[in-house]
């Protein structure tokens, strides 16, 4: 079984055969030093093919058929790796293959690849017509997990809450488990309260979809111990603290933290890496009703540590507590979570770089390292000490909205760490999960963030 049977998308790659056509990927520089050849590059310059960033200009054979394509990096192409993902949308139907040294070759295909993406599950589109001859001796099993892992991440934060509330994401959830032959169980509504999850309770509780906990499990006993932690709040109004309109248009993606383990956790199993794997994801609606929580009101966690609710639409930290406090009964020796947890992460450094958390200095240089390897951006931020008095409370141990809204992504992370002792290392992810702009590698939409980065290092472990 392929990735791609299981989030049912036909691969763009094709085994490398005759016959294929070829993009000459290049810069400026390279048609200065007559590349791929003199007669090419007269041609381009009749054209006014310069070589710019994404430009693409088409080449006619002697016998007046198409063949072949050169296609511009720009003067500087490390600023974008993923550039090639133009090319999934703007070449003609055929198989090509890819050539220039600007660029890794792995850069090239992953960008390809990428970009042939869209969410096309409530309209008719056009089916992309160019595939990708990967070069000899690619792994062409990398290459499509890595973008089954990215796709599958997409297309369920692109997808609305009306078909990707909690039991949605459940079965889906379960289905993975099922192609990898992962075992997958779930605790559903007041079973939450029966086993001692009282804040997944709390937050879920007023939807019309009962809250859940699921719980995967897949690998060798014994190995290393990753546990993978996804914030799943499947639609976030922010309780009875409502959020404006404009703020929730984009609330179908308060699930990303979930939707990324999952695609992190199909790229560990289909590489078969020897962990002990196991991903938990808290599934709720943040809804309104006359059952939903309200400011004020006061909860004893899992842990036992009780939080004082000063914010309803800060409920992310709180499902996420009683997933943590569960992963850590285990101690896990890698324990990874992520979420969309905070605009200030946003604010310090904008939608497309997820800061991380770790007192790990160890894995904190680990990732960062994996990080560049990958060209998947993220960026440490501190556990700063100074700011734990901002989560005290005045009636319970801690509340889960700060005043002052200062460092709101530090004191976020500080309120989970409370719950994350016992794991070896722990790191939590503030991710977006969400591209604004069209870009080469992806339309605007969901978007997977950090996994790839994860994955390496986590591949490094095992």
């Given at each position: 079984?392929t990735?791609?049977?299981?989030?049912?998308?036909?691969?763009?790659?094709?085994?490398?055969?005759?016959?294929?056509?070829?993009?000459?990927?290049?810069?400026?520089?390279d048609?200065?030093?007559?590349k791929?050849?003199?007669?090419v590059?007269?041609?381009?310059?009749?054209a006014?093919?310069?070589?710019?960033?994404?430009?693409?200009?088409?080449?006619?054979?002697?016998?007046?058929?198409?063949?072949?394509?050169?296609?511009?990096?720009?003067a500087?192409?490390?600023?974008?790796?993923?550039?090639?993902?133009?090319?999934?949308?703007s070449?003609?139907?055929?198989t090509?293959m890819?050539?220039?040294?600007?660029?890794?070759?792995?850069?090239?295909v992953?960008?390809?690849?990428l970009?042939?993406?869209?969410?096309d599950?409530?309209?008719?589109?056009?089916?992309?017509?160019?595939?990708?001859?990967?070069?000899?001796?690619?792994d062409?099993?990398?290459f499509e997990?890595?973008?089954?892992?990215?796709?599958l991440?997409?297309?369920?934060?692109?997808?609305?809450?009306?078909?990707?509330?909690?039991?949605r994401?459940?079965?889906?959830?379960?289905?993975?488990?099922?192609?990898y032959g992962a075992?997958a169980?779930?605790?559903?509504?007041?079973?939450?309260?029966?086993?001692?999850?009282?804040?997944?309770?709390?937050?879920?509780?007023?939807?019309?979809?009962?809250?859940r906990?699921?719980d995967?499990?897949?690998?060798?006993?014994?190995?290393?111990?990753?546990?993978?932690?996804?914030?799943?709040?499947?639609?976030?109004?922010?309780?009875?603290?409502?959020?404006?309109a404009p703020?929730m248009?984009l609330?179908?993606?308060?699930?990303?933290?979930?939707?990324?383990?999952?695609?992190?956790?199909?790229?560990?199993?289909?590489?078969g890496?020897?962990?002990?794997l196991?991903v938990?994801?808290?599934?709720?609606?943040?809804?309104?009703?006359?059952?939903?929580?309200?400011?004020?009101d006061?909860?004893?966690?899992?842990?036992?540590?009780?939080v004082?609710?000063?914010?309803?639409d800060?409920?992310g930290?709180?499902?996420?507590?009683?997933?943590?406090?569960?992963a850590?009964?285990?101690?896990?020796?890698?324990?990874?979570?992520m979420?969309?947890l905070?605009?200030?992460?946003?604010?310090?450094?904008?939608?497309?770089v997820?800061?991380?958390?770790?007192d790990?200095?160890?894995?904190?240089?680990?990732?960062?390292?994996?990080?560049?390897?990958?060209?998947?951006?993220?960026?440490?931020?501190?556990?700063?000490?100074?700011?734990?008095?901002?989560?005290?409370?005045?009636?319970?141990d801690?509340?889960?909205a700060?005043?002052?809204?200062?460092?709101?992504?530090?004191?976020?992370?500080?309120?989970?760490?409370?719950?994350?002792?016992?794991?070896?290392?722990?790191?939590?992810?503030?991710?977006f999960?969400?591209?604004?702009?069209?870009?080469p590698?992806?339309?605007?939409?969901?978007?997977?963030?950090?996994?790839?980065?994860l994955?390496?290092?986590?591949?490094s472990?095992?």
């Amino acid at each position: 079984m392929t990735p791609y049977q299981f989030i049912e998308r036909p691969s763009p790659f094709r085994p490398s055969a005759d016959g294929k056509l070829l993009v000459h990927c290049l810069t400026p520089a390279d048609l200065e030093a007559q590349k791929p050849s003199p007669e090419v590059c007269e041609w381009a310059r009749s054209a006014g093919f310069k070589a710019d960033a994404g430009s693409l200009l088409l080449l006619q054979g002697s016998d007046g058929k198409l063949s072949g394509a050169l296609f511009g990096l720009g003067a500087e192409p490390q600023d974008q790796p993923f550039i090639a993902g133009k090319l999934a949308r703007s070449l003609p139907a055929g198989t090509w293959m890819l050539s220039g040294d600007a660029l890794p070759p792995e850069r090239l295909v992953l960008g390809f690849g990428l970009g042939g993406y869209s969410f096309d599950t409530y309209k008719t589109a056009k089916p992309l017509e160019a595939s990708l001859a990967l070069p000899d001796g690619a792994d062409a099993a990398a290459f499509e997990r890595g973008l089954a892992a990215v796709f599958l991440a997409r297309d369920l934060i692109n997808t609305p809450t009306n078909d990707m509330g909690p039991q949605r994401l459940e079965e889906v959830f379960r289905a993975l488990a099922a192609h990898y032959g992962a075992e997958a169980t779930s605790i559903v509504g007041e079973d939450l309260l029966a086993q001692n999850f009282p804040l997944i309770h709390t937050v879920g509780r007023a939807s019309a979809q009962a809250p859940r906990l699921l719980d995967m499990r897949w690998g060798r006993k014994g190995a290393r111990k990753v546990t993978l932690v996804g914030k799943g709040v499947c639609f976030d109004t922010g309780g009875l603290d409502i959020k404006p309109a404009p703020s929730m248009l984009l609330m179908k993606k308060d699930m990303g933290g979930a939707a990324n383990v999952l695609g992190l956790a199909l790229m560990i199993m289909d590489a078969g890496l020897d962990v002990e794997l196991r991903v938990l994801v808290p599934a709720v609606e943040n809804s309104i009703s006359a059952d939903a929580f309200r400011p004020g009101d006061i909860y004893r966690s899992r842990k036992g540590i009780s939080v004082q609710i000063d914010n309803t639409d800060a409920e992310g930290r709180l499902v996420l507590a009683d997933a943590l406090a569960y992963a850590a009964e285990e101690t896990p020796d890698l324990m990874i979570d992520m979420a969309t947890l905070t605009g200030a992460a946003r604010v310090a450094l904008g939608p497309e770089v997820p800061p991380f958390f770790t007192d790990d200095e160890d894995l904190a240089l680990a990732l960062s390292r994996a990080s560049q390897a990958e060209d998947d951006p993220i960026w440490r931020l501190p556990l700063f000490k100074g700011y734990e008095k901002d989560i005290r409370s005045r009636a319970a141990d801690i509340t889960n909205a700060p005043g002052g809204g200062m460092a709101g992504s530090i004191t976020a992370a500080l309120f989970l760490k409370r719950f994350a002792g016992g794991a070896g290392s722990w790191v939590h992810f503030d991710i977006f999960a969400w591209s604004a702009t069209d870009k080469p590698q992806t339309p605007v939409g969901g978007e997977a963030q950090a996994i790839r980065a994860l994955f390496r290092h986590i591949a490094s472990l095992a």
